[in-house]
């Protein structure tokens, strides 16, 4: 990796997303930081950790510090037609992720849930792009359509054990464990070359169109294609096409997210920054009508990139003992920040105060080498 | 410039001649001396010598844009990584092998000694058994003999060591075998490069 960027800070590119995302007419979502933990555990495989911080409130209810925001907007968007919910939030959420620590996680993004039509999706992967874009020119944004996948394991007919081995084959462009899965439950020579061509697949969204058209097998997947045909339209026509990729290795869990998937990356961060996608299937579970698309983006990744902090502590370092008038250290502290330093004033020794200049006032008091 | 996590000992050295062929060339590596990094900057690559076991953490991490790492350590950590070719070296596999008169009593916890507790809890869940796991970092085989355990879950290449110490495969749980394995971001930056190496070791492995 060659971090060589010169991104913002987290909270500056929050700042910049917020206002982003305003421009586009979404609301400011602003959520309580607990919620029951009941209703987490009925979502549990929605979380991308299922590992929740759990407390007692007085009242005796299991409570949950807020590991995820989209259920929580989700549970609150009411479905009428015609009528969509955008909105956008910039939130701290609480879990450990990979077996680790639990760790406080800034989280910026957006949702748009309702009777959403086709530009609705297309201008979410837009905000997507754009919100890479705010972040580094360096950017990669990888599209993947979880109805393709679907209609091609529906068509392959596997039963579910194996469809669920096959998605972490291409999740991990494995294509050996492809051909070994496809071997021991008799899937044909056709439908293994296409899982391995799909796991393989990295093209600019432009160039993957073909290759999917070719890749296609039912309606279910000509219509995921026709989609991500109408998203290159999209993004063509706001100049953002470039640095975007077709890659099926992104694969989210099929009982939620149905139709286009996506991740962002930057150049030096070694992890996704942004995921988002679209999960009707999710509404459907919670018993709501609708469609529903939206995505995250982490900006507490962006610290890895940031080019290093002053190593200074103060640019004059006042040292002074129980001899020297305070007059004498206000008077000198004024004068150096009405130069516009930084002053440190200590008593004794410099206690390891990386100072750029020091100025001592100890003893008689007076040598100034600031 | 590709970064690489090599496997240090036997298998790094063979793994490293794979990537010379396939026009990876880095000379330096070859000099003796207890340098950890190498770099030839005409080749366009730099190579870490790493422990086997950890490799996948710096693919993962992102310190390695790829490197080479045993199937076994990729099931027992399970990374977040491109597992991209099965370079065909390094064969052996995951057994459980216990003493020559081991006798199965389903009525018991059975005790498992290994160094991979994740793939060992996995197996026997599979198998809804009970198991007590005994996580043990080196000298395995000697866990049934004292009678620390009845079992072990460890790797098996030539099966000398079990059987010197009179002791036996008794399932084999999946061969291993090396895996060029790549960081997801490092993938999509560096595309051109890994996809090209890929192509060429898969040539070499078909050799």
Redesign the interface.
């Known amino acids: ?2 971090p060589e960027n010169n991104v913002p800070s987290p909270e500056a590119a929050a700042r910049s997303l917020c206002a982003l995302y305003k421009q586009y007419g979404y609301r400011h979502f602003r959520m309580s930081k607990f919620e029951e933990y009941d209703f987490y555990a009925r979502n549990k495989s929605f979380l991308v950790s299922g590992n929740i911080i759990t407390f007692t409130e007085p009242g005796g209810r299991l409570m949950a510090l807020k590991p995820d925001v989209t259920l929580s907007i989700v549970k609150n968007a009411r479905y009428a037609p015609g009528v969509s919910q955008k909105v956008y939030y910039n939130e701290k959420v609480y879990r450990a992720e ?1 077996g680790g620590e639990f760790r406080e996680i800034n989280q910026t993004g957006l949702e748009c849930v309702g009777d959403l039509g086709f530009y609705d999706i297309a201008e979410v992967v837009t905000l997507a792009a754009k919100s890479l874009d705010l972040v580094s020119a ?1 950017r ?1 944004l ?1 599209l993947s359509h979880m109805g393709f996948i679907g209609g091609l394991l529906a068509h392959i007919g596997a039963p579910e054990a194996v469809n669920a081995a096959l998605l972490t084959a291409i999740a ?6 492809i051909e070994l899965i496809c071997a021991e439950n008799g899937i044909s020579e056709e439908n293994k070359n296409r899982l391995t061509a799909l796991a393989g697949l ?1 093209l600019p969204l432009r160039d993957a169109l073909d290759a999917l058209d070719s890749l296609s097998v039912s309606a279910e997947t000509d219509a995921a294609v026709a989609q991500l045909r109408g998203l290159l339209a999209v993004l063509e026509q706001s100049g953002l096409e470039k640095n975007v ?1 077709v ?1 099926f ?1 992104i694969v989210n869990d099929m009982n939620y997210y149905n139709g286009v998937i996506f991740r962002g ?1 930057i ?1 030096g ?4 920054v942004l995921a988002g996608g679209s999960y009707d299937s999710l509404l459907a579970k919670m018993d709501r009508r609708g469609r529903a698309i939206g995505f995250a983006v982490y900006l507490d990744l962006l610290e890895q990139l940031r080019a290093p902090a002053d190593r200074r502590d103060a640019d004059a370092l006042i040292l002074y003992d129980d001899g020297t008038p305070v007059s004498q250290i206000v008077e000198k502290r004024d004068a150096l920040i009405a130069e516009g330093r930084r002053v440190r004033v200590q008593r004794g020794s410099d206690g390891g105060v990386n100072a750029a200049g020091t100025v001592d006032l100890r003893g008689k008091g007076g040598a100034a080498d600031a | ?1 590709l ?1 690489v996590a090599l496997p240090k000992g036997r298998l790094g050295e063979k793994v490293y001649a794979m990537f010379e062929k396939a026009g990876k060339e880095c000379p330096s590596i070859r000099e003796t001396n207890r340098k950890l990094i190498f770099e030839s900057e005409e080749n366009g690559v730099r190579y870490f010598w790493v422990k086997p076991s950890d490799v996948a953490i710096y693919v ?4 390695a ?1 790829i490197g080479v790492a045993g199937k076994d350590i990729l099931l027992e950590y399970n990374p ?7 370079l065909d070296i390094g064969k052996c596999r995951m057994c459980v092998a216990g003493k020559k008169d081991f006798y199965d009593d389903r009525e018991r916890v059975l005790r498992v000694a290994t160094k991979f507790p994740h793939i060992a809890r996995e197996y026997y869940a599979q198998q809804s058994r009970e198991i007590d796991i005994i996580k043990l970092n080196g000298s395995i085989e000697i866990a049934p003999i004292l009678g620390l355990s009845d079992v072990i879950v460890d790797i098996v290449e030539t099966g000398t060591t079990l059987l010197e110490n009179d002791l036996q495969p008794l399932e084999t749980i999946f061969p291993i075998s090396a895996r060029l394995i790549s ?7 560096k ?1 051109g490069e890994i ?1 090209e190496l890929r192509a060429r070791l898969g040539e070499i492995c078909r050799k």
């Open positions: 990796m060659s990979n360096d990669i990888d991990e462009k494995n294509a050996p464990y990295y990729n890659d290795s990356y150049n961060i070694p992890q996704g | 410039m970064n993962e991490r992102g310190a844009d977040d990584i491109y597992e991209l070719l099965d960081n997801k971001v490092s993938f999509k930056f595309h996809e």
